[in-house]
């Protein structure tokens, strides 16, 4: 089984109408990041937190909220969506001692 | 903000070498350079991380000059199945901002036969 997963993994959604991302991991791991991606821009960090308690913002946050339901599981909340949040949106996780992010395998989210 | 510059494409055959170069002027202290890779609906996947000098692992070099304003991926005898996107990642060492993850915009490498 995948470590850091996903769901949905694919959303087609409209205009206006909340959706939440979800990311589950089973490394124990304390750190945890929400990412986009589109086209020729890379990777854009949107929140990420160090434990339950924490939650930062990160480079692009407007329009995004986050939960952190417990260790393993930490949730992007699009609470109206926009044709411009099209895009392809990843989880990862991190050790305190390590370095290394492990990434989910991504949610593909279309909003029309 | 250390962010980084990295060129858009390379081309390569198998069997070569290939060296892609990242540029993060603005780097502090602190911060780690890590590269990741990154196939077709994939998440990125880990390659090698290093703080200065010379990194190696199974898989790739990584060579840090003393300023630590660049740093170069090198790949030895690349396959086919390199084939993909190289990230290079500035931020999130130890003590340092995990606010300040950059990535840059990605190298998309192609090997050819």
């Known amino acids: 089984d995948a470590d850091v997963t996903q769901t949905p993994r694919n959303r087609i959604t409209k205009t206006g109408k909340r959706i939440m991302l979800e990311c589950s991991q089973t490394?124990?791991?304390?750190?945890m990041y929400w990412y986009r991606q589109d086209p020729g821009l890379g990777l854009r960090l949107i929140y990420y937190s160090f434990d339950v308690k924490d939650i930062n913002k990160g480079e692009i946050s407007d329009g995004y909220s986050v939960s952190r339901q417990a260790q393993a599981k930490f949730s992007l909340s699009l609470e109206s969506a926009i044709p411009n949040q099209t895009a392809l949106y990843f989880c990862a996780t991190r050790g305190a001692s390590g370095y290394e992010q492990y990434f989910g395998p991504g949610t593909r989210l279309t909003v029309t | 903000l250390a962010k980084t510059t990295q060129p858009i494409s390379m081309d390569s055959y198998e069997g070569q070498e290939v060296n892609i170069t990242c540029s993060h002027n603005n780097i502090a202290t602190n911060d780690y350079i890590t590269w990741y890779q990154q196939f077709p609906s994939q998440g990125p996947r880990f390659i090698i991380q290093?703080?200065?000098t010379k990194v190696t692992n199974e898989v790739a070099s990584l060579f840090i000059p003393a300023d630590r304003k660049s740093s170069t991926l090198s790949l030895p005898r690349v396959s086919l199945s390199d084939t993909a996107v190289y990230y290079c990642?500035?931020?999130?060492?130890?003590?340092?901002?995990?606010?300040?993850?950059?990535f840059g915009k990605g190298t998309k490498l192609s090997v050819k036969p």
């Open positions: 990642l500035v931020g999130g060492g130890y003590g340092g901002s995990q606010g300040n993850l950059i």
């Open positions: 490394k124990g791991h304390d750190r």
């Open positions: 290093g703080y200065k």
